[in-house]
């Protein structure tokens, strides 16, 4: 994901971050250095900033809805790896399967937006964020 896709994710979900704020952002969490923003980049920034800055209910279901690209009310293994192929980081079909036995619970092959709140809350949690959540292993797609 780079600068000006961040900026556009941040205001689908709501916010209207100004220029800087969304460079400052990249800055921070581009860990490696790269110019753009992978998927574990991303889900950090997404725990310590957009979850900061909106904290309540409409705002995880905004992260929900953005993922849920259908609209069923789940986010089906083709709808997460198509969402993250459009954002510029594709996890590899391991990495993916390895993330949904992490996060869905019930093993259906879906997330529910129970599950996918119960993901966000913990990489939250584990990372030192305020927000309370059930303790489940952090997400690491290659170990």
Same mark, same amino acid.
């Given at each position: ?12 979900? %709501? ?11 990249? *800055?921070?969490?581009? @860990?490696?250095?790269?110019?753009? &923003?992978?998927? #574990? ?6 725990? @310590? =900033? &957009? ?13 929900? *809805? ?25 996890? #590899?079909? *391991? ?5 949904? =036995? ?6 259906? %092959? @879906?997330? #529910?937006?129970?599950?996918?709140? %119960? ?6 949690? #584990? ?17």
């Amino acid at each position: 994901m780079d600068l000006d896709e961040l900026g556009d994710l941040m205001r689908a979900t %709501g916010l209207n971050p100004v220029e800087t704020k969304v460079k400052q952002l990249m *800055q921070r969490y581009d @860990h490696d250095k790269s110019g753009d &923003l992978n998927f #574990s980049e991303f889900v950090d920034l997404f725990a @310590h =900033e &957009l979850l900061e800055a909106e904290s309540d209910e409409s705002m995880f279901k905004r992260a929900f *809805q953005f993922f849920d690209a259908d609209g069923s009310g789940d986010i089906a293994l083709s709808e997460f790896r198509k969402v993250l192929t459009e954002l510029g980081d594709p996890l #590899s079909k *391991q990495e993916l399967e390895k993330f949904f =036995e992490l996060v869905d619970a019930d093993g259906d %092959g @879906h997330l #529910s937006y129970k599950e996918f709140l %119960g993901f966000l809350q913990n990489e939250r949690q #584990s990372s030192g964020g305020r927000l309370p959540g059930p303790p489940r292993p952090a997400f690491n797609p290659k170990g």
